[in-house]
């Protein structure tokens, strides 16, 4: 399906689908924007100086939502990266 037409692997076309099962459910109210709250919400985050960091570094492009895109870059940042990736993640939210 997704393979034939993108040229990716059958894997890449999981990986990518759960991405965007994952993108929609914390999208509660389905515009195709994440707002800061949704993102709170669906991660069970506080409202914070931290939440207010993480979500800037998500919102790469300063729109004041997160689209797919970026869910999808920012997600795979961290869940991909390896421990030195982790902590350059963490600098840059502490910074």
Known sequence: ????????????????????????????????????????????????VFLDRLFMLMDSDGTGFVDFREFVVGMGAFHLSNTTGRVRFAFRLLD
């Open 1 to 48: 399906m997704l393979s034939r037409e993108l040229k990716i692997d059958p894997a890449s076309e999981r990986d990518l689908l759960r991405a965007y099962r994952s993108f929609k459910h914390v999208d509660a109210n389905g515009d195709g924007k994440v707002q800061k709250k949704e993102f709170a919400e669906a991660f069970r985050l506080p409202r914070d």
